[in-house]
């Protein structure tokens, strides 16, 4: 059964900077997809960022490009978000999220998970909360 555990969350200043780690049980870590999504207190989910495991392929939106960063660490099961110059408007609960489907993930780009979330990542992490403020 498989496990995503987020951690690494917590609050900061505007400006700073926080790594989230995603661990992994459950599936071999490296032929999977995997996104992160973060949720604001009455907005919808939104993809921050997702990696591809056939290419390493990533995607990010306008809103995080240059200030986040997603890798992956196949050797530990965890793939980690890094995020510089976190602002209030970063502020929610970040989820980790892969696709069970294995061979879909052939043919599905990082930016087709990300802007797409549940559509086709269907195990999700608990979320672990990030507040930016003074």
Do not use: H
């Not at 490296?30 to 990533?58: H, L, M």
């Not at 240059?66 to 989820?95: C, H, W």
């Not at 087709?112 to 992490?125: E, F, M, S, V």
């Amino acid at each position: 059964q498989v496990q995503l555990v987020e951690s690494g969350g917590g609050l900061v200043p505007p400006g700073g900077t926080l790594t989230l780690a995603c661990t992994v049980t459950g599936v071999e870590f490296e032929y999977y997809v995997f996104g992160w999504f973060r949720q604001a207190p009455g907005k919808e989910r939104e993809g921050v960022s997702c990696v591809r495991a056939v290419d390493g392929r990533t995607y990010y939106p306008d809103s995080v490009k240059g200030r986040f960063t997603i890798s992956r660490d196949n050797a530990k099961n965890t793939v980690y978000l890094q995020m510089n110059n976190l602002q209030p408007e970063d502020t929610g609960v970040y989820y980790c999220a892969t696709d069970l489907t294995v061979e879909r993930q052939a043919y599905t780009d990082s930016s087709d998970y990300c802007r797409t979330g549940p559509k086709y990542l269907n195990a999700w992490g608990q979320g672990t909360r990030v507040t930016v403020s003074s």
